[in-house]
């Protein structure tokens, strides 16, 4: 259970609760034991109001907390303790936290094996069937769930949380509270190929990879995306970077400090993406090129070209009913050879 005060208090590491100083010490006791909507919430759990559309069923919530601004606080029900914070669906965000299951400490489990020259920091929990290499550090209070692999000489910071079977390549670098989901590959070799003269019968020269992938502090990685080391410099993950599953990061792509990535992204090699982009869903993006900072791409958008100047840019054809496609794109061919 979690109290009112104990929420104010998580609330006010990113925003204050205006009102807090009119909260009796009965409200600030009151405990609640999940979150809801405002229309399906119980008097043991919090709500909020992000989305104005929802107005109409603010009034009536059976909640017995609601994040709300100043503007919809008299729309509260008498029965709900108000909190007035000026952006609710953050404040929603850090409160959400305290809700969430809290996996069990559990040390270093026996069946790890981990390298005799692995310095492992305190407090950190190894889970079953791990692979710790040699010269590995691990920062204090990480966590490893099962069957993660860390290659030699790679470094973790402290409170960082590895999810099953996430690979970690050699002479990486993890920074600070990095979380990594189920599966996903750090340090995995980049497609670099050189073409012999008859790639048909002689093959494909492999390039070794020679770089690192480097990772800054607070960056969360989603299931099952790839990202592979530098050909010969690292490729470079900043700060405060988000990325959602299912993306493909190519060797030596550098992505700013506060960017964020949705799936099935493919980021091609030696590309450059500044800080607080937002990237949609299935974007494609060429190599070699650079993107500013504070750029958006929306959803399915394709990129070829660098991008200099920030906004919003898109490509992607919006769906249509299929014989009004056709025609469309008979006249989109018809454009080109003009």
């Known amino acids: 259970m979690i109290t009112i005060e104990q929420l104010i208090t998580r609330i006010e590491q990113r925003q204050p609760v205006l009102n807090k100083g009119e909260l009796s010490a009965a409200q600030l006791c009151l405990n609640l034991d999940g979150v809801g909507n405002l229309t399906t919430a119980n008097p043991q759990q919090l709500s909020f109001l992000a989305n104005p559309h929802y107005l109409p069923s603010l009034a009536n919530s059976q909640a017995g907390a609601v994040l709300t601004t100043a503007e919809h606080h008299d729309k509260v029900a008498k029965t709900a303790v108000a909190l007035v914070v000026a952006a609710p669906y953050l404040a929603y965000a850090s409160a959400s936290q305290l809700f969430a299951h809290q996996p069990l400490v559990g040390g270093i489990h026996p069946s790890a094996v981990i390298a005799e020259s692995a310095v492992i920091g305190n407090g950190v929990t190894i889970g079953p069937f791990c692979v710790i290499g040699e010269q590995v550090q691990i920062g204090d209070r990480s966590m490893l769930d099962a069957n993660v692999v860390i290659e030699a000489n790679t470094t973790i910071g402290s409170d960082c949380v590895l999810k099953s079977q996430v690979v970690i390549g050699h002479d990486c670098v993890l920074g600070n509270h990095v979380r990594l989901h189920a599966g996903v590959s750090v340090g995995a070799e980049g497609f670099g190929f050189a073409p012999t003269s008859n790639p048909s019968t002689t ?119 299929t014989a009004n496609w056709r025609r469309a794109a008979v006249r989109f061919r018809q454009l080109g050879r003009d």
């Open 203 to 321: 093959g494909w020269e492999r390039i070794a990879q020679l770089g690192r992938v480097v990772i800054g502090n607070h960056v969360r990685i989603g299931s099952q995306t790839c990202i592979d080391r530098g050909a010969i410099d690292d490729t470079v993950i900043g700060n405060h970077v988000i990325i959602d599953n299912l993306v493909q990061v190519a060797h030596n792509v550098r992505i700013g400090d506060g960017t964020a990535i949705a799936a099935q992204t493919g980021i091609a090699g030696s590309t450059t993406i500044g800080k607080r982009c937002i990237i949609g869903g299935a974007v494609g993006i060429t190599g070699h090129i650079d993107i500013t900072d504070d750029v958006t791409l929306s959803g399915m958008t394709m990129v070829t070209k660098s991008i200099t100047k920030a906004g919003s840019y898109s490509s992607g054809t919006a769906a249509m009913p």
